[in-house]
Each structure stands twice: as structure tokens, then as C-alpha cells.
């Protein structure tokens, strides 16, 4: 099917490497962040999740750091493998508020 | 099944036509919503439902884009004189309440508009 990640920005990494995929947000008032996991032909799959009131939350493989302070997210994929190539985005809800706005999107390629 | 189904999951229309699309959000989820994703870019919000009432429709990009979600559960998304700038995947999506939960998103409907 027609891919996601077209122009968008590419982080290619070796299976097995951990990854970093950075995001900038827009609004200093968002008090939720997601992540999203979205493969070719996918909707976007929910990873993990971070309140205003964190930094930096674990799940299964995957840690998400917020900086509030110059209003940067982050999520680190643990020994990244084939299953994890898609388009990942970030997506923040504003001061209570009910819609997400995503980010730009970053592709993740894994390399065998 | 479990998750957000939307139907169908391609539709062809040639300018001019109506277009439908639906949405069986996730059983008891009161939130749903609608966002369209152009090809390369991120999903944008179109409009929000909790429960039956349409609370934002600030994304919905002219008048010939009408949503309803009538007893609460299904949605429909209808393009009325449709045009070639609509083509693009419609994603719905539905959370358990409105208070900063997680929506989780169907596989969308890619519409081409011929």
C-alpha cells in the first residue's frame, strides 16, 4: 500500500541498536502527550502515554521523556527490531482539551 | 472484534459525488472522533462526538463535511459534492471519556476522488 512516511523525516538504525526518536510541541499549554506507532495501510497504534506532571515514563521496551522546559518529547525504543520500522508520531492535547494535534512524523527504518 | 472499525475500507467517488464513511467505535467508549490524514503528514481533527452530541466541529474543513453519531455508538461521516482536495484516509478514533484518555484509531477509509 501507499506508504506513511513519505518526505518525511528518516531514522535508520541496526537491529538490535537502541533508537531515539525525537518531537518538538507546539503549544507550552499541553498537559498530555502520546506516542503513535503507525504502520502502511495502518491507523495509528497507541504506545505509550505521558502527563505534564512527569518526565519520563516506562513501558514495555519503550521510554517516553518530556522536557517542559523547551517543550521537547522523546521516545527510546529498546533493541530496536524489523517489527518497529513505521512512522512514529507524537500527539498532544491542549488544556483539557479533547483533540490531538500530531507532530510531523519520523520514520523508523531497521536495518537486519 | 475489539477494536475501531470503519467502513469501507477504500471508496472511489468521481468529483461531484456524495460520499459515506462509517465508524463502530470500541464498545462503551463515549468519545469518538473524526481526523483526516494527507499522504506524508500526520492525522488533523476534524470533529468530536461525546456520546451523541457533537461538541467541536472546528476541523471540519467546509460546510460539505456533516458528522453524526445519532444513538451514541456508530458514526457517519458524509462529504456532500465531493472534490478532488478530499481525497485523503478519514481515521476515527474513541476513547472511554473526554478527560485526557487515549484515543485509539481505526484503520481509517482511503478515499480517492477521480
Known amino acids: 500500500g501507499e506508504s506513511v512516511g513519505l518526505h518525511l523525516p528518516t531514522l535508520s538504525v541496526q537491529e538490535g541498536d537502541n533508537s531515539i526518536i525525537n518531537c518538538a510541541y507546539s503549544n507550552s499549554a499541553s498537559d498530555y502527550f502520546i506516542w503513535y506507532k503507525q504502520e502502511s495501510g495502518k491507523g495509528p497504534q497507541f504506545i505509550i502515554d505521558?502527563?505534564?506532571?512527569?518526565d519520563k515514563r516506562q513501558g514495555q521496551r519503550v521510554t517516553v521523556l518530556l522536557n517542559k522546559t523547551v517543550k521537547h518529547l522523546s521516545l527510546q525504543i529498546a533493541a530496536t527490531q524489523p517489527g518497529d520500522s513505521a512512522v512514529y508520531f507524537c500527539a498532544e492535547f491542549t488544556g483539557g482539551g479533547n483533540k490531538l494535534t500530531f507532530g510531523t512524523g519520523t520514520q523508523l527504518k531497521v536495518e537486519l | 472484534g475489539a477494536g475501531v472499525s470503519q467502513s469501507p475500507r477504500y471508496k472511489v467517488a468521481k468529483r461531484g459525488q456524495d460520499v459515506a464513511l462509517r465508524c463502530d467505535p470500541i464498545s462503551g467508549h463515549v468519545s469518538l472522533f473524526w481526523y483526516q490524514q494527507a499522504l506524508g503528514q500526520g492525522p488533523e481533527f476534524l470533529t468530536y462526538f461525546q456520546n451523541e452530541a457533537q461538541l467541536d466541529k472546528s476541523g471540519l474543513p467546509s460546510d460539505r463535511f456533516f458528522a453524526e453519531r445519532p444513538e451514541g455508538s456508530v458514526s457517519t461521516l458524509k462529504i456532500q459534492r465531493t472534490q478532488q482536495e478530499d481525497s485523503a484516509v478519514y481515521l476515527c478514533?474513541?476513547?472511554?471519556?473526554?478527560?485526557?484518555?487515549?484515543?485509539?484509531f481505526g484503520d481509517g477509509t482511503r478515499l480517492s476522488i477521480l
Open positions: 505521558i502527563r505534564s506532571n512527569m
Open positions: 478514533a474513541s476513547s472511554f471519556d473526554d478527560s485526557n484518555q487515549p484515543q485509539h
